[in-house]
């Protein structure tokens, strides 16, 4: 194998286990504040160091490629889709930790499993999980169609958001000493949302880099 | 009009089927690299453009070039006076054994030029198209051979514009330069692109990607893909393209 090969395969595997890391975030964060577990939140704080220090490798990583190899064609579309998936990623680990962080400093933010269930943010946060899993496979097997239901997923995730602020009104009228977590609770599902969008973010750079397809700011029901 | 439309080229060395059914258009200003592995024909393809393999004995082409619209293989055509409107450089510098001066108004004089005060315009113009005047012009009577091989390149470069051709055919003529002497090669190139149609053959993938608008790959005879040079190099259609410029070849 060529040097440039090497490196470009040890770079796919920094950012698999970076992906990895951020999912297993997500994922934590979510669990932590369904069941209020604050070890759980703390502990998702702890790695977003780990997260941090993946994004510098990886844009360093993706600087030293381009300056000494100055890759082409596919591998160049590769380098230039790492480079922004990794900022993705790091954004989507800074909103699991802002979740965790919810948590961690408010030991007495309880929320009520009414106003949790109506919202729907259990279904929300199981949808942000799979988009962020479905990226990932098709990034590892190369088949951008494993990240095309990121798209359709990404606006179901909206219109969850978009409920969740009507209900949560209507809570916070009914239980007025509650507003506070509520106002907590609306920001949880404004970084859910936030991480759908860099999911579809990401789908899009998967798209560039296998198919050289640009779907940036462009409808996508047509593929 | 196209200055170069190759239709359905076919070339043979002897039995050797060097060039398969190649079809290429070049348009007026335009900078095409042809690029492919060594023995893919490129220089073969480059020479008929000049007609420089009818000095090549039993070889034996089909199909048409066409220059200006003109077959350059009629038989009315004169190889001489074609040469003057597609001229060419060669991968290892040649200079004749005369002085600077001399060198690149040769040219001129074997085309029966005699007003020296033309020839010497001339002369100095080509000289400076070809980013060597700073560098030359106090040694004009010294001899060529006391130039760089990156000095050489250039003058045989202007000894190619002096006699104002159409077309200038480049085969591989960076290819014995340092970077800096490289560089200056790819600006000249790219300023001459103003005044000249260039086809350029180079085993240099980055040259190829700085210098031209279109580049043609090449490979066992075939011409596999023609396409934008920023097309080939971010998305080529084939996968023997994508592997020869990414290196992943053979
Ligand atoms: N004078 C000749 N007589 C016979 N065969 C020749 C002659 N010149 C070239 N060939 C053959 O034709 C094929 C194409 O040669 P050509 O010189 O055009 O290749 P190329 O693409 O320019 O290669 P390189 O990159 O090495 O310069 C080769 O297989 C070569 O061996
Ligand atoms: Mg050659």
């Not at chain 1, 400093?105 to 799979?130: F, G, W, Y």
């Not at chain 1, 359709?152 to 209507?170: G, L, T, W």
């Not at chain 1, 970084?191 to 789908?203: F, P, Q, S, T, V």
Request: overall charge negative; charged content about 25%.
């Amino acid at each position: 194998m060529r040097h440039l090969e090497q490196e470009l395969v040890s770079l796919r595997q920094d950012v698999i286990d970076m992906w990895r890391l951020v999912i297993s975030q997500v994922s934590n964060a979510g669990e932590a504040i369904l069941s209020f577990d604050k070890d759980l939140a703390a502990k998702v704080s702890l790695r977003e160091k780990k997260v941090d220090a993946y994004e510098l490798k990886i844009d360093g990583f993706c600087e030293n490629i381009i300056a000494l190899y100055q890759p082409v064609a596919i591998d160049l579309r590769f380098v230039l889709a790492v480079f922004k998936i990794n900022s993705n990623l790091e954004r989507i680990a800074d909103f699991a930790n802002g979740i965790s962080h919810i948590l961690v400093n408010n030991p007495s933010v309880i929320l009520d499993a009414e106003v949790i269930l109506d919202t729907r943010l259990q279904v929300m946060i199981n949808q942000v999980n799979k988009m962020l899993a479905q990226g990932l496979e098709a990034f590892e097997n190369e088949k951008s169609n494993f990240a095309a239901a990121i798209f359709s997923e990404d606006s179901q995730v909206d219109e969850i958001n978009e409920k969740s602020v009507q209900v949560i009104a209507d809570y916070i009228q009914k239980n007025p000493d509650r507003a506070y977590e509520c106002l907590e609770l609306i920001g949880i599902f404004r970084k859910l949302e936030r991480i759908g969008d860099h999911c579809a973010n990401i789908a899009e750079e998967i798209f560039f880099y296998i198919d050289a397809k640009v779907l940036k700011h462009s409808p996508k029901d047509k593929k | 009009m196209l200055t170069i439309d190759a239709k359905n080229v076919d070339f043979y060395y002897s039995e050797f089927h060097a060039l398969k059914n190649i079809s290429l258009e070049v348009e007026k200003n335009k900078v095409v690299a042809l690029i492919g592995p060594s023995g893919c024909g490129k220089s073969t393809f480059l020479r008929l453009l000049n007609r420089m393999n009818d000095l090549i004995p039993g070889t034996r082409m089909t199909g048409s070039v066409l220059f200006e619209g003109e077959d350059i293989y009629a038989p009315n055509v004169h190889v001489d006076e074609l040469r003057k409107k597609v001229g060419m450089v060669f991968q290892k510098p040649n200079p004749f054994p005369k002085t600077i001066f001399e060198n690149v108004a040769y040219g001129l004089r074997v085309n029966g030029i005699k007003d020296e005060t033309f020839i010497e315009q001339r002369v100095v113009e080509s000289i400076k198209s070809a980013a060597l005047w700073d560098e030359v012009k106090d040694k004009m009577k010294k001899s060529a051979f006391a130039l760089s091989g990156g000095q050489q390149q250039r003058l045989c470069i202007a000894r190619a514009l002096a006699i104002s051709p159409k077309v200038v055919l480049m085969d591989e003529p960076a290819s014995a330069l340092d970077p800096i002497s490289t560089a200056k090669i790819e600006e000249l190139i790219y300023e001459l692109k103003k005044d000249y149609t260039i086809i350029i053959v180079t085993h240099n993938m980055q040259q190829a990607s700085r210098v031209s608008d279109k580049t043609a790959y090449f490979y066992l005879g075939e011409m596999i893909e023609f396409d934008e040079t920023t097309k080939i190099f971010t998305n080529p259609k084939e996968h023997s393209t994508q592997n020869y410029v990414t290196g992943r070849f053979g």
